[in-house]
């Protein structure tokens, strides 16, 4: 049963035995490094029987599972569908998008097991994995999918998995940094995720710069079937943008505020969008690129405050400034970042996720810097932001010196990697040109 | 990058100022009013750590979120996907259906945690929410998306926000007469949200009418491809109509029986649309019309019974009827609705929402009369009724006759704001007419 | 509203007639025998507010609703929406791949509730239903949707529908003696789902083979939109099979384990499956049938050993050699099994259920007869193997005797059982066509 293949999958000759020779090497490595290191958590293990009694757990309710797993296949389904159909409103680059992502990303995960696993799961010589980690790990590659969004059409699948072999190396580092050193609060991942994804992302497009791509500008345009598929990678990220915020903050009130929070900021968002996308254009028509993008800067923004207490209406303002502030970066930045900057942001990822990954770590800091025992009461408090142990002594406006510093760090790794893999790939793509013509 | 707008956006001149306009006036409006009024309910908020220990809760597990959000998210498809994408059949309207459904539930999901808030989570001066608001508020816009259905085409985006501000407002007194004052049990909204939707929008789409509509057919007609993508919508709502009808039911039981009630009622309904799709198409083929709308009216017709004691086969039958009484409204009811009544329904709601709710009322009414304490036991009969405090006297019949009197109401709530509504939009029209001709 | 119908919906004229009424008539009996038989479960009726004081459960949420309806939701999607886009990759069979899906499942979930009920959940004369049921429904239509993979283009809804009223009445006997009579584990379905669909399904194909069906290859082929359609299908399967392996495994660590099993598993059949498609094309393009497909059998492959101690270095090794083994058998086994044995598998349900089935049935019992108390723990390990009652001296040696006798006879009742029903469809084809001649 032959099919006609599609344009969207890369011609390159070469992936005849580059891509496949990767593919197996790196996932026989997964196996001998996941047979050497990778074990279930107690929660996960059939001693839990046993350890339930020692622990005085009565129910099987009680199990971080019940907790968590239905936030994670909503956060699933935004890095596989989301994502991946999100990007694919380029008219011949639908199976592309999808393809890749889809490759990336499962790539992306096993690694990020293990990365993630080392620094923050490694007890008595072994990364004990339970749903946290399969969230965490779906996470790392969210930073990873925004990234390729900047880059979108302009690489192979084997400079895409080197590039994702990396970007999950460093954002492991920074997560490390930011939440194990500095104390930082970020559960979603408005400076880890969004900014440090975005950033690295347009380094990397800059490094990579052709400037006889803009001829081939027919090939960026869009059908009316790809923006209605586009549409519902829009959609599913927007619906399920609450469980990607919600799912690994703490247990109880945190998770159901930090629902709240993104909920209410989402929806303020798509209201500032629709008004600026009508208001920018000649005719005052929609633009689909803004309503498919921009609704969703809301729930970027309020990745670090959600489980604080930010408040409805504190969500409201951060969602209706984010829609805004999204829309007029694609009206007016992007071909300025272009023409100026030669950075071709295909999706437009400084928008979605670049900008209002920096506003999020900004009201992160002031929401932290502002908190005080009368809101949270004395144990909420604690608990919301761990002061406890080495941090018993710390006040909110530390905390939020600290959420600051953590986005600058953001910003220096995204940077410093992003030209790190961008030169990278760039001689990577010669040596492929130059075995080409030769 | 830009990108070639599409024929499904309204071209209206005007949008250029009044959409935006109002879209960002309303949005402060909310600002200003979730400022003053709206605050996490103690399950949301910090102090829950505290407040746990007073109300000897025992585990975080029982927070309401836990028991709820599973199906907050199902119902957010719902609304977003589902009803979004199944009014895409229209070959020309795929992004209207689509960006305005989103736009408008997103403005009405705000003004719904108000408007119900004022109703039912008023204390000390504030509107206290939980994720069982939020259902609420989702619950409330999927009615202005029914009426949506009926008007599908007909409208600017502006006239859909006004109706989204009214229908709203009206959705929340009639609720509030409905449960607090009559005491009605509609957990599923047979007649809260699909009745009352229903024949709001069909009254406007009746005083909006425009004889020479007919004219314009081919637009109306469908494309394969429009029809796949509406296939999803209605999928979505299938699959998750379980979840709508049993997301604000008691905790435990009363869920749990919902969910397999709707079930059970929703498998019938396809095989009876199917039969009578099929019988009464001159070749003996399917209609696609039927198949995406009335496999979905046994969904419909037990929202109101669903958490009863309704049992499997009771909800095969009312699912069985209820194919059947849709197909059929499909294939001559809409078309005398047209000729004779002058209301044109596009996506014939009256069939998916307004017939299968009264009948859903009606189910509802005879379920609660036929209630004894044998079928309940002793303490479910109280519970499955809330026969409590100045309730504690009622029987099962006066419950019964009550919830008749629910349908009542709701009918004529639809049709007076129904009217009120159409009027105001009618005079909103002939305005931006003159206009656009003087 | 009349609008054009489409291609994809079959155009026998005798459909008029036969299909209204053998649905009609099979809904009265599932009514008739609903009403005689099936009742709610005890955590889903009234009397549970009793129940619970009974049973000293202090907390709704220990109701089983709270255990796997999140789960049951995703596999509803899988069934519905996964297999019916799935199936959607033929250019003009859009409309019945998912229509007739849609159908065929919503009939046979009704008629599983009973075959199963009978078999399961049969006390005191009745069948007592709760969430656990229609997770087991859904399963059981997921085998009769699998066979369907292997025969779809060739058969009318009528013929569908017969060979669903008795592949659920075989699945059900199979299930009865593997779980209840030869003690075996399968919550994943690899020996009850997936073996015994595909190999029923591909003897139905063989009895029904037409050799003329090879002219009208241009109908088999797919265009750039109905993949992407696909692809949506294969999305949700690839995303939601962590629910579906563990959806009923034992609460606890048991649910939680086999999620983790099977996202290991998936990740890594991923890139084997990348590897091969992109090895043994000639041109070194990614073929969209292999990723749609060979990407699922990981999950497959891990449905008997993904609630064992798989462990997740396990789970990524079996997920590697199914993408290897499917990816080959698309390429390499289909054609010879057209040519040589006379089976047109249309969806290649042989690489995607049939051998990763066998795969699975293999390991689960290599895995069953491999565990030890020091892997489980000591309470653990009865748990797992549910070594109580009279298999309270069962070694894991022969439990993983009687695993694989458990893929034994699942082979032997699919051959058989497919052999009868293909002869039935076979006769009533001739049937359909005699009539038409005469």
């Known amino acids: 049963m032959e099919r006609p293949r599609h344009q969207g999958m890369a011609k390159n000759t070469y992936m005849r035995w580059r891509l496949p020779l990767v593919c197996l090497l790196w996932e026989v490595a997964m196996i001998i490094l996941f047979g050497v290191f990778v074990r279930f958590g107690p929660e996960a293990d059939a001693h839990w029987e046993e350890e339930k009694q020692e622990m005085n757990v009565t129910s099987d309710i009680e199990n971080d599972f019940y907790f968590r797993y239905p936030s994670f296949q909503d956060v699933h389904v935004m890095i596989f569908v989301g994502f991946g159909f999100l990007m694919m409103f380029l008219k011949r680059y639908g199976f592309g998008a999808v393809g890749f992502n889809f490759l990336l990303a499962a790539f992306g995960i096993q690694w990020a097991l293990l990365m993630q696993g080392w620094f923050h799961s490694f007890k008595t010589g072994k990364i004990l994995i339970g749903v946290e980690n399969l969230i965490n790990a779906d996470f790392c590659v969210g930073s990873v999918c925004i990234a390729f969004g900047a880059i979108l059409g302009k690489t192979s699948p084997i400079q895409l998995l080197v590039m994702t072999l990396f970007q999950v190396m460093l954002f492991a580092v920074n997560e490390y940094i930011l939440l194990n050193l500095l104390h930082v609060k970020d559960a979603g991942g408005s400076m880890t995720i969004h900014t440090f994804g975005a950033y690295f992302g347009l380094t990397v497009t800059r490094i990579l710069y052709r400037p006889n791509l803009e001829q081939s500008k027919d090939k960026q345009g869009s059908v009316y079937h790809s923006d209605l598929f586009a549409m519902i990678g829009t959609l599913y990220l927007w619906m399920y943008w609450p469980s990607f915020n919600s799912a690994i903050s703490e247990h109880g009130d945190a998770q159901h505020r930090a629902a709240i929070n993104t909920y209410c900021s989402l929806a303020a968002c798509v209201l500032t969008t ?22 969703l800067a809301g729930g970027v923004a309020v990745g670090t405050s959600a489980e604080m207490m930010l408040t409805p209406y504190g969500s409201l303002i951060v969602g209706f400034i984010c829609g805004i502030v999204s829309t007029v970066g694609y009206v007016y930045l992007t071909p300025v970042l272009e023409s100026r900057l030669h950075i071709q942001d295909t999706c437009g990822i400084h928008n979605l996720h670049g900008m209002p990954g920096l506003i999020g770590g900004i009201v992160g800091a002031i929401t932290a810097a502002a908190a005080t025992e009368d809101v949270y009461g004395k144990e909420g408090f604690i608990k919301a932001f761990d002061f406890t142990g080495s941090y018993k002594t710390w006040s909110p406006s530390v905390q939020g010196g600290f959420q600051a510093a953590g986005i600058v760090v953001s910003l220096v790794m995204a940077f410093a990697g992003g030209a790190l893999v961008g030169k990278q790939e760039g001689s990577m793509e010669r040596g492929v040109l130059s075995s080409a013509c030769g």
């Open 274 to 295: 629709m008004a600026f996308s009508s208001m920018l254009q000649k005719k005052g028509k929609l633009d689909m690129v803004h309503i498919q993008n921009a609704t």
